[in-house]
């Protein structure tokens, strides 16, 4: 079982860019699609994007697009995430997780399709 460990959130301004890093150890997940979810207090766990195995396919969320860019580096078996033009609505904790299942190389929403998760990074945007 892959253990992930997410880092670089913190308490920024509205405007602000912050970048999220997670890193996978106990296995490669090379061959897996990873993406990256949030949640907010009384909110469900939301889908925020998602990356391919290989980088080449990348999903998200309509309200992030043109604003965040997931990427990854299966060498150093780490996805990231850089956030711009950060709004109070993305304040949550923000999780990274590796899809499992039949199609586990192709970037997929439903937070049921992802089988390891990390223990999250709170992202605070001030107004």
């Known amino acids: 079982q892959v253990q992930l460990a997410e880092s670089g959130g913190g308490l920024v301004q509205a405007g602000d860019s912050l970048r999220l890093s997670c890193a996978a150890s106990g296995r490669t997940f090379s061959s897996n699609a990873m993406a990256w979810f949030r949640q907010a207090p009384g909110k469900e766990r939301e889908f925020v994007a998602a990356?391919?195995?290989?980088?080449?396919?990348?999903d998200y969320k309509d309200s992030v697009k043109g604003r965040f860019t997931i990427s990854r580096d299966n060498a150093k078996n780490t996805v990231y995430l850089q956030m711009n033009s950060l709004k109070p609505e993305d304040t949550a904790v923000y999780y990274c997780a590796v899809k499992g299942g039949s199609y586990y190389y192709t970037p997929s929403r439903p937070v049921e399709e992802y089988e390891d998760w990390g223990q999250g990074t709170q992202v605070t945007v001030s107004p």
């Open positions: 990356i391919s195995w290989n980088g080449d396919i990348t």
